[in-house]
T-cell receptor, first 114, second 112 residues
């Protein structure tokens, strides 16, 4: 199985443009997450979804939106990118609420906003 | 803000030595996890320890948890160059949403 995949691998984006980062998992996990990783700050949660049809805000949600139309996909959209959104973005999934909430991570998307 | 904080921020050792990393957290937890991240890659889960457990082993990894001190340690025995990576602890606050909160990580370099 592929596990969890992300696309694109990297992207350079002009400020003010919109972009959607894609994330797909094939493990039938009910929970999915988006993190950004910045040097010196570790991973910070942007948005999460405990199950298809529901989403929630994490620590740094401003400027980002998500949707969870089905179990497998959890896209992250930047409506109008700003340079401070330059980061590495990781998608993750887990079995929610079981106490075995080991997270499986995708390979990441490196985004540069100029 | 981070719930868990790893210490030290960076650790450099020789192959064959043991590596110890610590994690301190602020509020009561359901469980604590350790993850590893190789440069440029996603995080990989290493081990989960529940709040009612004090020690857990997995291969060359040994994790301890002291809930009275709100701290955990990850010991890697007989380290190898391939253990070079960043290591993160993640805590799942009790009464919370089961979403792990990550620390800033410890960067481990193992010299061959």
């Amino acid at each position: 199985t592929a596990g969890i995949t992300q696309a694109p691998t990297s992207q350079i984006l002009a400020a003010g443009r919109s972009m959607t980062l894609r994330c797909t998992q094939d493990m039938r996990h009910n929970a999915m997450y988006w993190y950004r990783q910045d040097l010196g700050l570790g991973l910070r949660l942007i948005h999460y979804s405990n199950t298809a049809g529901t989403t929630g805000k994490g620590e740094v949600p401003d400027g980002y939106s998500v949707s969870r139309a089905n179990t497998d996909d959890f896209p992250l959209t930047l409506a109008s990118a700003v340079p401070s959104q330059t980061s590495v973005y990781f998608c993750a999934s887990s079995e929610y609420g079981t106490g075995h909430n080991e997270q499986f991570f995708g390979p990441g998307t490196r985004l540069t906003v100029l | 803000s981070q719930q868990g904080e790893e210490d030290p921020q960076a650790l450099s050792i020789q192959e064959g030595e043991n590596a110890t990393m610590n994690c301190s957290y602020k509020t009561s937890i359901n469980n604590l996890q350790w993850y590893r991240q190789n440069s440029g890659r996603g995080l990989v889960h290493l081990i989960l320890i529940r709040s009612n457990e004090r020690e857990k082993h997995s291969g060359r990894l040994r994790v301890t948890l002291d809930t009275s001190k709100k701290s955990s340690s990850l010991l890697i025995t007989a380290s190898r160059a391939a253990d070079t990576a960043s290591y993160f602890c993640a805590t799942d606050a009790s009464g919370g949403s089961y979403i792990p909160t990550f620390g800033r990580g410890t960067s481990l370099i193992v010299h061959p």
